[in-house]
T-cell receptor, first 113, second 113 residues
Framework: AQTVTQSQPEMSVQEAETVTLSCTYDTSESDYYLFWYKQPPSRQMILVIRQEAYKQQNATENRFSVNFQKAAKSFSLKISDSQLGDAAMYFCAYPSGTYKYIFGTGTRLKVLA | DAMVIQNPRYQVTQFGKPVTLSCSQTLNHNVMYWYQQKSSQAPKLLFHYYDKDFNNEADTPDNFQSRRPNTSFCFLDIRSPGLGDAAMYLC????????????FGPGTRLTVL
C-alpha cells in the first residue's frame, strides 16, 4: 500500500536559522512525483516544491530545497533563512493514481523571533 | 488574478439542516476536488470531477453530494449534517492529473450546532 509518513508533528526554528522537515513514503512505483504543500493559519494551501523521482538532482525553490533519497524513500524539506511567514502546517504528498494525493499527517512549523 | 474562490468562508448550520458550500475557479481547470479537513489533520478527499465525470471516494458518506453545473463552479451539498461533519472544507483544482500542481481555495469552515 502507498503511504506517506511525517514523523514530526511539530517543529520550531529560530528566525534566520535552517530547519528540515522529514517525510518518508512507501511505493512500488519507479516513476512518480512528490510534493510539499504549505498551509498557513487561516490561509489557503499552496505548493512549495515538487520533485520528479527520475531526476537525480534535488529540487530547489529559493530558500526551499529537498533532500530526495529514492532508495531510502525519503523526501525531506529544508527551509533556509527561516522567516516568520514560513510558520504553517507543511504536508508531504504523493500522487496515488491519476487524480488523488496521499497526504502525510503534517508538520506544524513554528518560527521564533 | 486567477484563483479558487470558496463561499462562504464560515458557515454555521444546525444538526440535520442541509447546507451547500460553493466553489468557483477562474483557472479553467478540468479537475475540481472537495476535501474535508479536521483540525490538525491532513485533508481527506471526498470526491472529484474530471470535467463532468464524477468520482466518489469509497469511504465518502452518502450524506455528502456534489454538483458541477459548469467548468467554473462546483458545489458540496451536505444533506443532513451531523456534529462529526464540522470541519474545514477545501476546494481544489488542477489542470489535469495530480502530477501537476493542485490549487486550493481558502476553505469554508463549517460549524454544526
Amino acid at each position: 500500500a502507498q503511504t506517506v509518513t511525517q514523523s514530526q508533528p511539530e517543529m520550531s526554528v529560530q528566525e534566520a536559522e535552517t530547519v528540515t522537515l522529514s517525510c518518508t513514503y512507501d511505493t512500488s512505483e519507479s516513476d512518480y512525483y512528490l510534493f510539499w504543500y504549505k498551509q498557513p493559519p487561516s490561509r489557503q494551501m499552496i505548493l512549495v516544491i515538487r520533485q520528479e523521482a527520475y531526476k537525480q538532482q534535488n529540487a530547489t525553490e529559493n530558500r526551499f530545497s529537498v533532500n530526495f533519497q529514492k532508495a531510502a524513500k525519503s523526501f525531506s524539506l529544508k527551509i533556509s533563512d527561516s522567516q516568520l511567514g514560513d510558520a504553517a502546517m507543511y504536508f508531504c504528498a504523493y500522487p496515488s493514481g491519476t487524480y488523488k494525493y496521499i497526504f502525510g499527517t503534517g508538520t506544524r512549523l513554528k518560527v521564533l523571533a | 488574478d486567477a484563483m479558487v474562490i470558496q463561499n462562504p468562508r464560515y458557515q454555521v448550520t444546525q444538526f440535520g439542516k442541509p447546507v451547500t458550500l460553493s466553489c468557483s475557479q477562474t483557472l479553467n481547470h478540468n479537475v475540481m476536488y472537495w476535501y474535508q479537513q479536521k483540525s490538525s489533520q491532513a485533508p481527506k478527499l471526498l470526491f472529484h470531477y474530471y470535467d463532468k465525470d464524477f468520482n466518489n471516494e469509497a469511504d465518502t458518506p452518502d450524506n455528502f453530494q456534489s454538483r458541477r453545473p459548469n467548468t467554473s463552479f462546483c458545489f458540496l451539498d451536505i444533506r443532513s449534517p451531523g456534529l462529526g461533519d464540522a470541519a474545514m472544507y477545501l476546494c481544489a483544482t488542477s489542470r489535469d492529473q495530480v502530477l501537476v500542481t493542485q490549487y486550493f481555495g481558502p476553505g469554508t469552515r463549517l460549524t454544526v450546532l
